[in-house]
């Protein structure tokens, strides 16, 4: 029994490891995120968009993906969805990353 539960354990801690990985990279981010500047701030405090700073990422992925599927998200829409058509998956990881930094 001390063996398996043994076993879970570092193949939660693997699972877990991998995952956290999976997140983007800030660096990058930061400067994918030049092109928000204009509307959300340069600390996402925001402005014409709103606030990015202290959203969690997976609200930002999720919503530059929906953005980027032409789906309606809310009154900026409009002037989201171009932006985001343009981003790869890795650039909203690595945009939502580096918001998490701000």
Excluded: R, W
Excluded at 16 to 37: E, L, R
Excluded at 48 to 53: C, H, R
Excluded at 70 to 96: H, R
């Amino acid at each position: 029994m001390k063996k398996l539960l043994l076993a879970l354990s570092a193949t939660s801690l693997i699972a877990f490891g991998s995952a956290a990985n999976a997140a983007g990279d800030a660096t990058a981010g930061q400067a994918a995120y030049s092109t928000c500047v204009g509307c959300h701030g340069a600390a996402g405090e925001g402005g014409v968009g709103p606030k990015l700073a202290g959203q969690p990422a997976a609200d930002i992925v999720a919503k530059l993906h929906k953005y980027k599927a032409g789906e309606q998200v809310g009154p900026m829409t409009s002037m989201m969805a171009p932006m985001a058509a343009g981003l790869s998956d890795a650039d909203i990881e690595n945009i939502a990353a580096y918001v998490q930094t701000l």
